[in-house]
């Protein structure tokens, strides 16, 4: 695996179906809890030109594996939210489009 390229993990969801992302960021709490922001990763040109780059935000938690887990809680969801869209608009400089 080369070393630079994008962090791609594996998710089988509840069907038992493969789905591959690419890990944009992960932060951990104060209070130890882990989160987790991917995108879907595409082999093909076509399919990654057709998404529509939602950014999937997970809660990461560890019984006898390790489980991506929607987060339920809407104030927990924007707070983690804000906190990855911050940290990735920093890492990728991204333009919001107001210029001064």
């Not at 995108?39 to 076509?46: K, T, V």
């Not at 938690?61 to 869209?85: R, Y």
């Amino acid at each position: 695996m080369d070393e630079f390229g994008p962090d791609i993990i594996s998710v089988l969801d509840d069907d038992g179906k493969e789905h591959e992302f690419e890990v944009l960021d992960r932060i951990e709490t104060d209070d130890d809890k882990r989160y987790i922001a991917l995108i879907p990763h595409y082999e093909n040109e076509a399919e990654l030109l057709q998404d529509d780059g939602e950014l999937i935000i997970l809660r990461v938690s560890e019984e006898d594996e390790t489980l991506l887990e929607p987060i339920e809680d809407e104030a927990e969801f924007d707070e983690i939210g804000k906190i990855f869209e911050e940290r990735l608009s920093e890492m990728f400089e991204f333009d919001d489009g107001d210029e001064e």
